[in-house]
């Protein structure tokens, strides 16, 4: 089934201490990017990549770092997380980037940050 | 750089009700404009798709959406709420500049009463 995986699906740590959010997709897919989803905010884009060891910042970057040494795996790394990090965390992917493509997603990481 | 707003973060209307959720965007070229439905405990997935083939687009579970360019909308329809509908609703935008820069409006949750 094609899918994009996320771990944990949920996860309560305290400040500071450093966490990585992992996501693969098995659909050989070029893109992938994180958003995070807070009430009345919608989704924000934290950061994308368009292939392996290509990455970008998105919206809201601070806080946050992402390494993808494989095309499908994209782990989203909070170094040293703070209770503003907070959120509901969603990984996606879609095939060679354009304006029209479809983003398939994973069923999201719900972060609390104490 | 392009934005879309959606209008009501609740909606409510009663089982076999006429569901219209608003969307209006902002884009200086030619946009992709997207729906995605999230269910409860789940990620997004896709509704329906506009690019530029037909401005009546159908999309899953019978709903559609018009783009009409002179509005900037993009407004979602259905003609008949049913009680599996209730979910958050996310009207997003995309241009072709190389990459996939999908940028989410604020949602709309969509309730359904008996």
């Known amino acids: 089934e094609a899918q994009v995986t996320q771990n944990p699906r949920y996860l309560i740590t305290v400040t500071g201490k450093k966490l990585t959010v992992t996501c693969s997709q098995n659909m050989n897919h070029e893109y992938m990017s994180w958003y995070r989803q807070d009430p009345g905010l919608g989704l924000r884009q934290i950061y994308y990549s368009m292939n392996v060891e290509v990455t970008d910042k998105g919206d809201v970057p601070e806080g946050y770092k992402v390494s993808r040494k494989e095309k499908r795996n994209f782990p989203l790394i909070l170094e040293s997380p703070s209770p503003n990090q907070t959120s509901l965390y969603f990984c996606a992917s879609s095939f060679i980037p354009s304006g029209a493509n479809v983003l398939t997603f994973g069923a999201g990481s719900r972060l609390t940050v104490l | 750089a392009q934005s879309v707003t959606q209008l009501g973060s609740h909606v409510s209307v009663s089982e076999g009700a006429l569901v219209l959720l608003r969307c209006n965007y902002s884009?200086?070229?030619?946009?992709?404009l997207f729906w995605y439905v999230q269910y409860p405990n789940q990620g997004l997935q896709l509704l329906l798709k506009y690019t530029s083939a037909a401005t009546l687009v159908k999309g899953i579970n019978g709903f559609e959406a018009e783009f009409k360019k002179s509005e900037t909308s993009f407004h979602l329809t259905k003609p008949s709420a049913h009680m599996s509908d209730a979910a958050e609703y996310f009207c997003a935008v995309s241009v072709d500049t190389g990459f996939q820069k999908l940028v989410f409006g604020t949602g709309t949750r969509l309730l359904v009463s008996p």
């Open positions: 884009s200086s070229v030619p946009p992709y």
